[in-house]
């Protein structure tokens, strides 16, 4: 199985087709519904990102607190069509890997190709397994929103399958 170091750079992605699965290591970024919903308000208002989004990967993902041993509670992925209408939008600003459950509109599969970006799925129902493949775990922005705020993640051999690659191509 290959490995890929997050940040990556376009290479890299360009060269991942659907279907290859991968162990991720490097730092992610957790957004759901109402951090999307947040950013998105934000980049209306004229104002910046609570972080540096440019070659970053966001991880569709509300985790539960976390046991007092680990970093993180159970991480498993969110269903990402919740996500569609903000996607386009955060990979135009330079957001190029994506992980979540489930397939993607039109729009978010021909912004992938447009901006060179790849979405990964992780698997439903091995939120334990998941979580034991992050090594650090700290709130960046919208701390109020609890599981939903946007949180910084170190990871270490995280699994995933190349759901849509930088062409367009599909597993769905």
Same mark, same amino acid.
């Given at each position: 199985?290959?490995?890929?170091?997050?940040?990556?750079?376009?290479?890299?992605?360009?060269?991942?087709?659907?279907?290859?699965?991968?162990?991720?290591?490097?730092?992610?970024?957790?957004?759901?519904?109402?951090?999307?919903?947040?950013?998105?308000?934000?980049?209306?208002?004229?104002?910046?990102?609570?972080?540096?989004?440019?070659?970053?990967?966001?991880? $569709?993902?509300?985790?539960?607190?976390?046991?007092?041993?680990?970093?993180?509670?159970?991480?498993?992925?969110?269903?990402?069509?919740?996500?569609?209408?903000?996607?386009? =939008?955060?990979?135009?600003?330079?957001?190029?890997?994506?992980?979540?459950?489930?397939?993607?509109?039109?729009?978010?599969?021909?912004?992938?190709?447009?901006?060179?970006?790849?979405?990964?799925?992780?698997?439903?129902?091995?939120?334990?397994?998941?979580?034991?493949?992050?090594?650090?775990? #700290?709130?960046?922005?919208?701390? #109020?929103?609890?599981? =939903?705020?946007?949180?910084?993640?170190?990871?270490?051999?995280?699994?995933?399958?190349?759901?849509?690659?930088?062409?367009?191509?599909?597993? $769905?």
């Amino acid at each position: 199985m290959k490995s890929l170091t997050l940040p990556c750079d376009l290479l890299q992605l360009k060269s991942l087709c659907a279907g290859d699965t991968l162990y991720l290591s490097g730092t992610v970024y957790t957004a759901r519904d109402a951090a999307h919903k947040k950013m998105h308000e934000l980049l209306e208002d004229g104002k910046p990102l609570p972080f540096d989004i440019n070659n970053q990967c966001i991880y $569709y993902v509300g985790p539960c607190p976390a046991p007092n041993d680990k970093p993180i509670g159970s991480a498993g992925p969110t269903s990402s069509y919740r996500m569609d209408k903000f996607t386009p =939008e955060l990979l135009d600003l330079g957001l190029k890997c994506i992980i979540g459950k489930g397939d993607r509109n039109s729009d978010v599969v021909n912004s992938l190709v447009k901006n060179n970006a790849v979405y990964f799925t992780a698997l439903g129902g091995l939120g334990a397994l998941y979580a034991s493949k992050i090594t650090k775990c #700290e709130v960046v922005a919208f701390s #109020e929103l609890l599981s =939903e705020a946007v949180y910084k993640l170190e990871i270490k051999d995280f699994p995933v399958i190349v759901a849509i690659d930088s062409k367009g191509k599909s597993i $769905y």
